[in-house]
Every structure is written in C-alpha cells, then in structure tokens.
C-alpha cells in the first residue's frame, strides 16, 4: 500500500480533479459555440441545455478524460525524475530523492503515462490528436526547460490552457463566427492565467514576502475549478458549473492525503 501511495503521491492525484474540472469547461465552451450559439443567433434566445447535449459529452467525453488525465500524471512524473537532484537538497522527503521510487522508474513510467495518454485521444477526429500532442509537447518542454524562468511560466500557463482548447476541439466547435473563437480562447487564457498567477507564488516561496503565501498553492491549485464554474454559469451551463464546484472540494480532500504541491 506504501509503495502505491509513494507513486500516487509523484503522480500529484489529489490534482486531478482540477484537470478533469479544465476538460468539462472546455468541452461545456465546445458545446455552447457549436450548439447553443447557433440556435440564439436563428431564433434570438440562449435554449437551455438538454439532455442529449449533455449525453453527447458524456458519449464523447470520457477517453479524453482519460487521455489528458494520463498526460498530466505522466506530466508530474516526469517533473520528479528531472528535478531529482534538486529535490535531494531542498525536499528530500519526495519520493524519488527519498529512495522510495527509483528515477528511472519513473522516468520511464512518465514516458509511458504520456504516450499513453495522447494515444486516448486517437478516437476523435484530427483536430484533437494534434492539440493533445502539443499539450504533450508543452508538458515535456516544461519538465525540461523550467528552470530557465521565463520560458518555464509561459509553458506551465500554456499547458493549462491547452487542456480547455483540446477539450473544446473534441465536441467539434466550428468556429463559424469570431465570436466563437473569442470565447473558447477567453477560457483558455483565464485558466491560463490563473495558472501563471499560481505557478509565480509557488516560485517565490524562497523570498520573504511570498513565503506565508505560498504555503497556500495546494489550496490555489485545488480552487482553479471555481474559476470554471463561474465561466459555465455565466454561459447558463449549471450541471457543469456543479460538476466544477465539485472538483474543487474532491481536490481538497484528497490533498489530506496526498500533497498538491
């Protein structure tokens, strides 16, 4: 039992529901411009969301969840093993540094997390594929460019952001008005830029001034899908904003157990 909790704990689990919060919003926007817009602009009222809509995310839905949730674990793997000798001075107790799992163990599970996770995503149609492989560009880039700070904010805002536009390509939003793409790109940039907001006090936890702060990321990172809910519910999307808050309190509760940071 220790030793899956030593890989649950590498994997960050407790933030999995904060990823599959990101790929409801993304697939709620998806639907809203593919669907509910279309009929507001013909008949001049937003239609609520019915039953089949919501079937149809669920029909379509859940090897995504499944992909993008392989390539976040395999994501936060893969950051463990690069930043092993680093973890050894400054968190010892991780996993790795700690000897409970092996680095190249993990290494070569992340590997195999990412790949399998893009592979998930080979059931949908070729938009999909695509943005789930520069996700996972994103994510290893990350995991190997991040400490030259720049780039590392930019791709961890980036990765974040790409979890809601790949979900949103895999209901077949058209873009058939400008509108349509200002709206799946709006939350993406939020997400994204909440993410950058988070991943900029986390990185300041060694300065004076952000070290009370940071203490709180686990907490910043478990809260990211209220933000998706206020987006749903302003686009009338109740389920999915309830779906969110939901995410949020699972997220809370599972750091008791396992570290979200």
Known sequence: MSRARDWLELGRVSNLPTVWSNVVHGMSVGLFVAVVL????????????????LGRMLDQGFMLLLGISLLYVGGMVLNDACDAAEDGKQRPSRPIPSGRVPRRAAAVAAIVLLGAGWACTLVYAVPVPFWAGVLGLAIVGYNLLHRWWP?????????????????????????????????????????????LAVTLIAWGEALPTMKQLSKWVGVMIALMPILDAVFLWQFGMLPMAAFCIGCAALSLAGQRWIAGS
């Not at 279309?38 to 809509?53: A, F, M, R, W, Y």
């Open 151 to 195: 780039i590392g904010f930019v791709l961890m805002a980036a990765c974040r952001g790409l979890v809601v536009w790949t979900a949103a390509s895999a209901i077949g939003f058209g873009m058939g008005y400008d509108d349509d793409l200002l709206r799946v790109a709006g939350s993406a940039v939020a997400v994204a830029c909440y993410t």
């Open 38 to 53: 279309p009929v507001e602009k013909e008949h001049g009222q937003i239609p609520p969301v019915t039953v089949d809509e």
